[in-house]
């Protein structure tokens, strides 16, 4: 029997970013107002009074959208805007009966999970709207460079010391002291 060859079926890198993409301007145009959708506002209302609740709720979304949108720490910033989003969702759905936002909203989170837990590992370095790249430097050797010893010792008052600038030997240690400096001090 012939075997067949079967080929991966995946979604690609730039897919992936689409989806994610796509998902991240949906919470960024629900934290600026354009579209109704749940907020953070249900988790910091109880919290903070009415002015700064709205303006923090507005921020954690906002900012949390915006790092998934530009793939900037991915899965911390994923993570936060699934915690608040389905919190926020159950507080304010499951309190009042709508089961359907609820489950929209848990169909988002499972949208935005999957948008980095589907990424190829070596695709890490395409994912992000921002690319840093470890470079090696090569150093070139130059000439070699033998150590000299100096020896230095405090000297009484009147007297110069002259350190000495020989070489030390191929097996000396440089960095053992020098014990009759050791001793008269």
Known sequence: MPKRRTEDRNLSQSGQNLVRIVIASYFLAVALGLIPGTGALPLTEPI????????ASTGI????????????WL?????????????????????TGNLEGFWRDLALIGALILTYTQTLPRAANRRTAFRWSRKVRHVTPTRIVTPRRL????????LHLVASTESPAPGDNIF?????LALAS
């Open 48 to 55: 903070l009074p009415e002015p700064y609740a709205d303006a």
């Open 61 to 72: 979304v906002f900012a949390a959208a915006y790092l998934v949108l530009i793939g900037v």
């Open 75 to 95: 899965r911390l910033s994923a993570l936060i805007l699934a915690t608040v989003l389905f919190w926020s969702s159950y507080i304010e759905n499951v309190g």
């Open 151 to 158: 020896v230095t010792a405090r000297a009484a008052p009147g």
């Open 176 to 180: 053992r002291d020098d014990p009759d």
